[in-house]
């Protein structure tokens, strides 16, 4: 494809390096300053005086190309994978387009101001509508965007460039899975995935075995996120005795989610079961390291090929294989987005109290029965959570979880 914009200035001496054509930019930058002070304005076309830096600016503008791309122009699209500068979008005539997009930031809205008599449901529907479905930020693994064409760089120097693709809009999402970014990170927020129907965490029963503190970040995540939660117990094979051989903090844990389904891949129990509730869905898979969920990934959706490691003899804990989010299509309809490398999930700017109100589990019917309305369930008089862990009704285990999260800040 030609571009125009190098074409028509053919005439012009060749650029000079971008080091001193960017200085150069700066310097007439400053001299129009001076003259708008002084009063004494240059009445030349600003596309006359400016034609190199123009061209620049055409070049820098595929990071920010909202302003120069009307939506006219674009074509929708899917995001399969987002990669550090450009994501993997399949068009809707299927075909595919590595797009570039801009970055941007955006303020994290933190819950440290809420009011500490607010019930649970409350806090949670606050939660919600401050993390409010985004519009125009960077997209995420199951967004739809608008694509635009926009000039390429002339890599090759020959002053051909070529056309791209763009991302000019990221459309409006249904709902969205996030977590805070990495510490001392740029972004203050990553979302794992965006459009989704459910959070499905794969868990196995066995080697490695269940991680509480991971289950209980990943169902406040989901709660928070306006999402269900399903529970996939795999190697359901590796226990004689099925169920029954199920650890205490699987038995714990499992009367606190709604879905639970045990599956083999060995054996092929109960991948039917998970079949049925994945079709017609996008769901969101996340798990520990090792405990099957490329495996299974890779026996629910033919071609998906993800690697696959053994989880290493000695301490049972799996290996780090896979790298980048992506987005597969489920067979019958729907979508399986795996999240590998995703080991944690924190809890954005969640206030000590907030935890306290919302942890799962800890209040029947979001009703918080403590007796200061700032409990945290730690030491305070008239605990209601205490009180029931005392009592058997909530288990030590899950007790334990909900102050190593607590203690953990985030
Ligand atoms: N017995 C048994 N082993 C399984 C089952 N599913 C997976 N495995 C084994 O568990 C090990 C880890 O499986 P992976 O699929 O690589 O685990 P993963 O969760 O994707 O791990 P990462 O790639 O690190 O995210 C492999 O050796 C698998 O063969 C199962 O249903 N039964
Ligand atoms: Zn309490």
Redesign the pocket.
Known sequence: MRNNDFDSDENEAPLKSVRTSRREHRSRRIDVMRELESGVVDERPIKERFSREFKKAKIKRIKNPVENIGEENCVEGLVLEVHRRTCEVRLDDRTLADASYRRETKENTPLSSLDSRLSSNTVTAMYRATTSKTLGEFPAVGDRVLLGLVNDADDEGDGVGSQKYCVVRVLPRKSELKRPGPRDSFYKQQTLAANIDQVVI?ASVTQPEFNYGFMDRFLLAANLNDLPFVLVL??M??LPNGEADLSSDIRDFMKIVDKVIP????SGDGLEVLRNELVGKSSVFS?M????????INELVPHAE??????RERDGK?????TSSSLFDFPGGGYVIDT?GIRSIGLMDMEPETLAKIFPGFFEDDLFTCKFSNCKHLKEPGCAVRAAVESGKISEARYASYVRILNSGK
């Open positions: 794969v795999t190697k094979d590796l599956v083999s891949v060995k798990g390291s090792g405990v099957g969920k490329s495996t299974l993800l690697r696959t490691g053994d989880v799996g290996r780090h294989t896979t590998p």
